[in-house]
């Protein structure tokens, strides 16, 4: 059973709404991406459900005894009263479509006609609502404003901006902030259960508060790739070597893990030098970290050669470094 660590605020909201009996029919639950959100659905899915089924649970907060016959239900994806809308894998590929579908979303309608199943209730859930194509988001609309009876939406949203206004403005909205790092550490270490100590407090201190995202450089030696950024951003690289033998390092089909998450990681240094730049030298810094994102998203997009790119952008960071420590570099 998926477990929530953190967010106490957000789990007491949506408790006490849910026992106050005037539960909203729409949540929009919005944060930072990786921090928790589409779990925090999928479980207040469940104590909703079981709630609605009986018995009463206490005040448990969103845990559910794995032995709960909706608990059963959910965990054999077989609740009749539950669903999950996601991004669907392409064909013969482990690669998710790019957007949620109207097809998708239309085909909620054949169990909206019909009432729940085993109680007064069913939950629907939409990770993330950002990936829905305008369509899909339309025809959820329709139901958002029209609600089907005993239905809960939990929208999940990294930035809720980007949604319809009319979508936003039918949601009760829950925010979510980044975890302690403390958090953090557990989550990593339950899910990670091979990584070594230094790779989690590594992955730990990258995350930002946001263990979901760290989980993509589990077994990536993040820390020796920010170790060579951070070379370059403090020493420069006037005779271009370090750079040169990063390109040829991350160009190989073997590394394109890490060459994605250098596409990340990269950018996300001379952001964090922009953060300490004095006021004179802030727009040249923030100059160097556009061009390098826009470097990272042209060659995700165009399929760019790695080498030459992971070139460009650690030239980008080698700029950073005082004049003084190029020159000696």
Not at 5 to 34: E, I, K, N, Q, T
Not at 84 to 103: G, H, M, P, Q, Y
Not at 144 to 169: C, D, K
Not at 243 to 270: N, V
Request: hydrophobic content about 45%; some cysteine.
């Amino acid at each position: 059973m998926k477990v929530l660590r953190g967010h106490g605020g957000a789990v007491a909201a949506f408790l006490d709404a849910a026992r106050s009996g005037r539960m909203h029919h729409a949540w929009l639950l919005a944060g930072p991406r990786g921090i928790g959100k589409a779990t925090f659905a999928c479980l207040a899915a469940r104590r909703l459900l079981a709630e609605a089924a009986g018995p009463q649970l206490g005040e448990a907060g969103l845990d559910v005894p794995d032995d709960h016959p909706v608990a059963s239900l959910l965990d054999a994806g077989s609740h009749p009263d539950f669903r999950l809308i996601a991004r669907l894998a392409k064909a013969n590929s482990e690669e998710l479509a790019r957007s949620i579908t109207v097809d998708q979303i239309r085909g909620l309608q054949p169990l909206f006609a019909t009432t729940p199943s085993l109680s007064a209730r069913r939950v629907i859930v939409i990770d993330a609502g950002d990936d829905m194509e305008r369509s899909a988001a339309n025809a959820l609309l329709k139901n958002l404003e029209e609600p089907p009876a005993g239905t809960i939406f939990l929208l999940v949203s990294h930035a809720p901006g980007s949604l319809l206004p009319t979508i936003r403005s039918r949601c009760r909205l829950l925010r979510f902030g980044p975890l302690e790092d403390a958090d953090v550490r557990a989550i990593l270490s339950a899910t990670l259960p091979g990584a070594q100590d230094d790779e989690i407090a590594s992955l730990t201190r990258i995350a930002a508060g946001a263990p979901g995202s760290a989980q993509r450089f589990a077994g990536l030696d993040i820390a020796g790739l920010d170790a060579a950024i951070e070379r370059l951003a403090v020493h420069g690289d006037p005779s271009n070597a370090l750079r040169s033998a990063l390109g040829k390092m991350l160009a190989t089909k073997a590394a394109q893990a890490r060459y994605e998450a250098f596409l990340e990681r990269a950018p996300s240094r001379i952001a964090a030098a922009a953060r300490e730049r004095p006021a004179e030298q802030l727009g040249g810094a923030v100059a160097l970290w556009r061009e390098a994102r826009d470097i990272a998203d042209r060659a995700v997009r165009q399929s760019a050669d790695p080498q030459t790119t992971v070139f460009e952008i650690a030239g980008l960071v080698a700029k950073l470094a005082p004049i003084e420590a190029s020159a000696k570099a």
